[in-house]
């Protein structure tokens, strides 16, 4: 199973921009790049996925590297709300069906 | 649009007693995920269902889990007995499918049941 690494922790400003870097060496061709949130006390909750190209909605961007063995999770303002657990995840992909591993995620602390 | 309903939200039993969490998933979901989340751990799959049938029950301890879903809506997750290193949240996800294009969205979680075994 392909596997991620990412810092236990991170620490940012209130209002200033966050990248949040994932490693994936062994990721396959077909592996899509996940990643979600979890608040404190709360399940996780979907942030934003892709494949190859970088990717942008209203909660963030992804980059991904052009061999996609790395990604940065793009916070482009980071509010004391955004303060979370944040996984980086790759859809496995055995038989056809998808399933995600979680790691231990990064766990980001925002000042104000 | 209601998200993913679970309850109970807390729950405390003493060790060697049963216990059953309710996951009631998002309208439409034909997957339905029960994940299992220890302390500063990310969670851990443990059953996954499309409609009814249990396609991925590898991590399930069948020894004492069960789960089973009515009519591929609702679904409950049951521990008897219950052992002391059960204690951990329990997740409940859905989403509208995990195969194809359609199992590369995105899965939506519910707030999950802390289980307390002392």
């Known amino acids: 199973d392909a596997k991620t690494t990412q810092p236990n922790s991170m620490e940012s400003n209130e209002e200033e921009p966050v990248h949040l870097p994932c490693n994936h060496s062994t990721i396959s061709g077909t592996d899509y790049i996940h990643w979600y949130r979890q608040l404190p006390s709360q399940g996780p909750e979907y942030v934003i996925h892709g494949l190859t190209s970088n990717v942008n909605n209203r909660m963030a961007s992804l980059a991904i590297a052009e061999d996609r063995k790395s990604s940065t999770l793009i916070l482009h303002r980071a509010t004391l709300r955004d303060a979370a657990v944040y996984y980086c995840i790759l859809r496995d992909l055995p038989s056809g069906t998808y399933k995600y591993i979680f790691g231990t995620g990064t766990r980001l602390k925002v000042l104000a | 649009e209601a998200g993913v309903v679970q309850s109970p939200r807390y729950k405390i039993i003493e060790k060697k007693q049963p216990v059953a969490f309710w996951c009631n998933p998002i309208s439409g979901h034909n997957t339905l995920y029960w994940y299992l989340q220890n302390l500063g751990q990310g969670p851990e799959l443990l059953i996954r269902y499309e409609n009814e049938e249990a396609v991925d029950d590898s991590q399930l301890p069948k020894d004492r889990f069960s789960a089973e879903r009515l009519k591929g809506v609702d679904s409950t997750l049951k521990i008897q007995p219950a052992e002391l290193g059960d204690s951990a949240v329990y997740l409940c996800?859905?989403?509208?499918?995990?195969?194809?294009?359609?199992?590369?969205?995105?899965?939506?979680f519910g707030p999950g049941t802390r289980l307390t075994v002392t």
């Open positions: 996800a859905s989403s509208l499918s995990s195969t194809g294009l359609a199992g590369v969205g995105e899965q939506y």
